[in-house]
C-alpha cells in the first residue's frame, strides 16, 4: 500500500510539471500515458483470448496525438480518417496474418485505440486552449 501512495505522489508531481510546462514535455507524457493505457486494455483482453494489435494502436494513437497538439487549426475529419485508416489496416493485417484470423481482435484493437486516444486527445485540446491550462487543474487563478 505504501508503493502506492508513493508512486501517486511522484505521479501527481510529475504531472503537474507536465502540464504546466506545456510543448513537446506535455505531448511527450501524454504519449506515453496513452500507450501505457493502451498496454493495460492489451494484457485486460489478452486475459479473455483477444489479441489486439499493441503495435498499430499505439503508433496511430501517438500520431493522432501529435497532429491534435501542434496543429492549431485542427480538423476532426482528420479523426475519422485515422478510424477508417486503422480499421483497413487492421483487416488487412487479419488476412495476412494466418494465427489470429479472427474479427473479434480486430475490432477490438480499434476499439483500444478510440477508446485510450479519444481520453486523451480531450486532454490536449483542452490544454491548447487560450486559459487551457486553468481548465486543465479546474481551478481559476485570482487576478492580481
Known sequence: MLTRIIS????IIILGYTI?????VFYIGISLLNICAIYEL???FKKINIHINIFLSAVFAV????FVSFFYKFDFILVYFFIILMLMLEFLYNIINNN????IDAVFSVFAFIYTSFLFMCIVLVRNLPK???LTWLYHKPKL
Open 8 to 11: 501517486a505522489v511522484v505521479g
Open 20 to 24: 504546466n510546462t506545456g510543448g513537446w
Open 42 to 44: 492489451y494484457n485486460a
Open 63 to 66: 500520431v493522432l496525438l501529435y
Open 100 to 103: 489470429h484470423n479472427r474479427l
Open 132 to 134: 487551457g491550462i486553468n
